[in-house]
C-alpha cells in the first residue's frame, strides 16, 4: 500500500458528503473519541474513524491510545458498510521485516521489564519488539516466583536464545549471563561438613536450603521427625536460619540433601510494637 502524505494531513475540513476525496494510503490526523476492546474511534475533521487495537502498533499486546490523544495514521480501508479505517503501525517500518539484522541468537541485549506472569516476564527491546524470557530461563535458582527475581520497569541483561520470525517471538534468558555455581561445587562441599544457611522454600515433602545463590539442597520433611499428619510448613518457614549437615551430593545431577543438626525460627517482629 502507497502511503500519501496528502493535503489531508493538514486539517482540510472533510464532509461525509466528500467521502469521495479520501483514498486508501492517504494520512491524516484526527483525535481519539472513544475505546472499545478492539478498537477506538477517531474523529478526522467531521468523519468517524475506526482504529483496530491491532493496527495500533507492531506490539504483539497493543493498547488504545488514551481517549483524547491527537493521533497520525494512514487510511487502510474505506467501504460503506466498515467505514473508514485506519492504522497507525503502517506509517512505521515493522521491525519484523529487519529482525535477522538487528538481533542473532546469542546476542547479549539490555531489555526493559514490561509486564510479569507466572510463567515469565515480557520484555520491550528499544525498538518496541517484545520478547518472553521464560521463568526457568529468570535465574539460576530452583524455587523462586517470578515476582522475586525482576519488577515491571527494571532494565535486564538477557541472551537470546531463539528468534522465530515466522511466529514474531524472541525468548530470552536471564540466567545463561550468570555463570554455573555448580561448577565449583565440589571443591567447596563435602560430605558431613556442616554450615548455618537459610531456608529459601518449603514444600510439603521437605525443604530447600540456599547453600550459595543457585545452589540449592533439600532438607527432607522426614528429618525434621514430623508425623505423616504433621505440616512441614508449621514448624519451619522461608527465612529461618537452620544448622544442616550434608549428607549426599551429586554434581552431575545437581542434587545435595541434608539432615538437620537445629534451626531457629524466624520470628517476625510486630508492626505494631
Known amino acids: 500500500m502507497d502511503i500519501n502524505r496528502d493535503k489531508l494531513l493538514n486539517g482540510v475540513i472533510l464532509n461525509p458528503d466528500d467521502l469521495e476525496e479520501l483514498k486508501v494510503g492517504y494520512v491524516v490526523k484526527g483525535v481519539v473519541t472513544a475505546n472499545f476492546n478492539d478498537f477506538s474511534y477517531v474523529t478526522v475533521a467531521d468523519l468517524h474513524c475506526v482504529l483496530p487495537i491491532s493496527e495500533v502498533s507492531y506490539d504483539p499486546k497493543p493498547k488504545n491510545p488514551k481517549v483524547g490523544t491527537a493521533i497520525e495514521a494512514v487510511v487502510i480501508r474505506i467501504s460503506e458498510e466498515q467505514g473508514i479505517m485506519l492504522s497507525i503501525k503502517r506509517l512505521k517500518r515493522n521491525p519484523w521485516d529487519s529482525i535477522d539484522e538487528l538481533y542473532k541468537v546469542g546476542q547479549r541485549v539490555n531489555v526493559k521489564v514490561k509486564n510479569?506472569?507466572?510463567y515469565g516476564a515480557f520484555v520491550e527491546f528499544e525498538n518496541h519488539i517484545s520478547g518472553l524470557i521464560h521463568r526457568k530461563e529468570l535465574s539460576i535458582k530452583k524455587h523462586f516466583t517470578p515476582n522475586e527475581i525482576v519488577s515491571v520497569g527494571q532494565i535486564v541483561d538477557a541472551e537470546i536464545i531463539e528468534i522465530d520470525k515466522g511466529l514474531h517471538r524472541i525468548q530470552l534468558s536471564m540466567k545463561k549471563c550468570v555463570g554455573n555455581p555448580w561448577e565449583h561445587?565440589?571443591?567447596n562441599y563435602q560430605i558431613g561438613q556442616k554450615y548455618i544457611r537459610q531456608v529459601s522454600s518449603v514444600l510439603d515433602y521437605g525443604a530447600f536450603i540456599e547453600m550459595e545463590p543457585g545452589v540449592e539442597a533439600l532438607l527432607h520433611r522426614s528429618e525434621l521427625g514430623l508425623k505423616k499428619t504433621e505440616s512441614i510448613k508449621?514448624?519451619?518457614?522461608?527465612?529461618?536460619?537452620?544448622?544442616?549437615e550434608i549428607q549426599t551430593l551429586d554434581v552431575e545431577a545437581k542434587k545435595m540433601s541434608l539432615k538437620c543438626i537445629q534451626f531457629v525460627k524466624n520470628e517476625q517482629p510486630n508492626s505494631e510494637e
Open 116 to 118: 510479569i506472569t507466572s
Open 185 to 187: 561445587v565440589a571443591d
Open 234 to 244: 508449621k514448624h519451619i518457614s522461608a527465612g529461618d536460619t537452620i544448622e544442616v
